[in-house]
Each structure stands twice: as structure tokens, then as C-alpha cells.
């Protein structure tokens, strides 16, 4: 059984405009996707496709002004607040987007120490250490406040909060941008080893390239909406075994295929065109895109949202 289930997921925010009118700003919607225990799913997706927001939703930390619907499960049952509240930091771990989730005024060994479950302080402490020296974190790294390391050994010091929690079901939020060639293998390392031991990650990225070193599956974002979820394998030679255009023109766009642009830009949340959100963009775009938005459908072991794939 998968640990999160994800299924038409809808977010949006409420929003006073001129007047004390309230709006309400729909950023992400038809949102699905599904991590089983010890398996990797990278998220892709442009800048404001809503990974984080996903994240977010999950991990039950969204503002207030936001409305979230359709259906969030972990082990089968609907995850409620109060299940957020309980399984958040214990069952279910995040690595951050940013690194001012650190506590600017509390010692870094004191932040990542606090995520070792029970067991004795001196049990605690060594696994820090430990985790910190695999990390390439000196042991001084421990008494340190966050302004005083650098952005690469900030991003280190989340992981291994992360890591040491023991959650089910981590999201690692881009965790390896600033990190050097070899702490990016070994990042990258370490998530894997998390999924070996029986671990779904969440593993957000814009490192297309990195992010397949290790993932097993791949859900990609478009404005707000899953378009496809395919195995990390579909992504490999021309991509003619990847799915919507969307996804293969991400592909297509890295240096090492084509490098080809894909023209145009994600429509913004209070201009969504109708139907198909991509079809502004799509070659393949007939009138019938623009009626309506296209159902999921499962073709060839992944899943779709393109009335054009066969
Ligand atoms: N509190 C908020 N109020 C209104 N809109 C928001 C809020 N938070 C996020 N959004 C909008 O929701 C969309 C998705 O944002 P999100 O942060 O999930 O994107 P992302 O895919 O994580 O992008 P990035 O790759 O840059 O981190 C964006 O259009 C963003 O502007
Ligand atoms: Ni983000």
C-alpha cells in the first residue's frame, strides 16, 4: 500500500482586492501522485508549479488563508490536521525549501538533536555527530548558530534533520542546490540508502539530472496540475517513451538533449486558460484541447493528461 496517496488535490487562497472584496486565487488543482514504501518520486515542475505548496499541503503547514480539497492519505486513511499535527516531524519529515526554516537564535546541534526520537541525550548527541561527520560536518558544527554556516552546510545540516527523524515519509523540498559535486552524490546517496530502509521520499528538484540518478518514478507539474507520472526510465534517449509534450519538452530542454527552449511561459493562476493548461503552449494543441481540461488516463504503465497520447 503506498504511504502517501495524493488524489485531485485543490489549493487556493483567499485575497482581498479593492473594496474588501474577497477572491479566491486557485493555484493548484487535479493535483495527484503516490509514493509506496522504499520508493523515490521526483517532483518537476517549472518555478510556481506548485511543489512546494504540494509539500506544504501534506505536511499540513499551509497559511491560513488557504482552502485545500480533494483527497491527502498516508497509510490509506485521510490525513486530518490532528493526524498532521501528530505524524508532522515524527512519521512524516521535510528538508526545506529554504534555510531560514533553521531557528536563527538556537545552536544547530540543539535544532537537529530535537528530531533524534527518545533514546538517551548522549545517544542523541552521537548520532548528530555521527550523521554531521557523513554529512562533512565538523564536529564544531554542533555549537554553531545558522548565521555562521555557509548555504551549502546549512542545506547539510536539514538533511540530516531529516535523516535522523526516522520518518516514514520524507520531502526533501530542493535540498541540493549550493551543495558541491561530491556532497551532491552524497545527498543523493544518503536518500537512497533513506528508501532502502524502507523510506518514501518525496524528492522535489529542479536537477532533472540528479534527481534520476536515484528516483524511481516521476510526477511532473504543470501550473498547478499533474500532466504526467511516469517511471524514472521513460526519461532516457529521444524521451519517446515519456508521455505528454510538456514532459518531453522539459527534456527536450536540457543541455544534454536538444537544449531546445520551450517557447512561451506558465500561465499565471488568475489567468488560466481554458481546457488544457498547456495547450497555449503545445504543438499538438487542436480545438478540442481548449474545451476541456483532459482526464487522467493510464497509458503504458504511467499516467497522462493529453487527449493526444496513444
Ligand atoms: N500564500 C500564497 N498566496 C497566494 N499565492 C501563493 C501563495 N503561496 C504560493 N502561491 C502561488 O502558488 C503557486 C505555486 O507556488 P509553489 O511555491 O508551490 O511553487 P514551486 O513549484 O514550489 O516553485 P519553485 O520551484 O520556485 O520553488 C505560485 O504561483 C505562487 O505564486
Ligand atoms: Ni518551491
Known amino acids: 500500500m503506498p504511504v502517501l496517496e495524493v488524489e485531485d488535490l485543490a489549493v487556493s487562497f483567499r485575497q482581498y482586492s479593492t473594496g474588501l472584496r474577497q477572491t479566491e486565487l486557485k493555484v493548484i488543482?487535479?493535483?495527484?501522485?503516490?509514493?509506496?514504501?522504499?520508493?523515490?518520486?521526483?517532483?518537476?515542475?517549472a518555478s510556481g508549479s506548485g511543489k512546494s505548496l504540494l509539500a506544504h499541503a501534506v505536511l499540513g503547514i499551509l497559511p491560513g488563508n488557504a482552502t485545500v480539497t480533494g483527497e491527502i492519505r498516508f497509510d490509506g486513511v485521510p490525513l486530518t490536521r490532528e493526524r498532521q499535527e501528530t505524524l508532522r516531524g515524527r512519521e512524516i519529515a521535510l528538508v526545506p525549501q529554504s534555510v531560514?526554516?533553521?531557528d536563527p537564535?538556537?545552536?544547530?546541534?540543539?535544532?537537529?538533536?530535537?528530531?533524534?526520537?527518545?533514546?538517551?541525550r548522549s545517544f542523541r548527541l552521537n548520532s548528530v555527530l555521527e550523521v554531521f561527520k557523513r554529512y562533512k560536518l565538523g564536529p564544531d558544527t554542533a555549537g554553531k548558530f545558522p548565521f555562521q554556516l555557509s548555504g551549502g552546510m546549512a542545506r547539510r545540516v536539514l538533511v540530516s534533520t531529516a535523516t535522523l527523524s526516522g520518518a516514514r515519509l520524507i520531502i526533501a523540498?530542493?535540498?541540493t542546490p549550493g551543495l558541491d559535486a561530491e556532497a551532491l552524490a552524497e545527498a543523493l546517496r544518503l536518500f537512497k540508502q533513506l528508501a532502502q530502509e524502507g523510506c518514501a521520499v518525496m524528492l522535489i528538484s529542479h536537477d532533472i539530472e540528479a534527481a534520476l540518478q536515484i528516483a524511481d518514478k516521476v510526477a511532473v507539474f504543470y501550473a498547478g496540475t499533474t500532466v504526467e507520472v511516469a517511471a524514472a526510465g521513460d526519461f532516457s534517449g529521444d524521451g519517446s517513451r515519456l508521455r505528454h509534450p510538456y514532459t518531453r519538452a522539459l527534456w527536450n530542454a536540457l543541455p544534454q538533449n536538444k537544449f531546445a527552449p520551450i517557447p512561451g511561459v506558465q500561465p499565471h493562476p488568475n489567468a488560466m486558460p481554458p481546457g488544457c493548461l498547456f495547450a497555449p503552449r503545445c504543438s499538438l494543441a487542436t480545438g478540442e484541447c481548449a474545451a476541456a481540461r483532459p482526464a487522467v488516463r493510464e497509458i503504458r504503465g504511467g499516467k497522462v493528461s493529453c487527449l493526444h497520447v496513444t
Open 100 to 102: 531560514n526554516y533553521l
Open 29 to 45: 488543482h487535479g493535483l495527484h501522485l503516490s509514493i509506496e514504501p522504499g520508493e523515490i518520486t521526483a517532483v518537476f515542475g
Open 173 to 175: 523540498d530542493e535540498p
Open 105 to 120: 537564535l538556537m545552536r544547530v546541534g540543539k535544532q537537529v538533536e530535537a528530531s533524534v526520537c527518545g533514546a538517551s
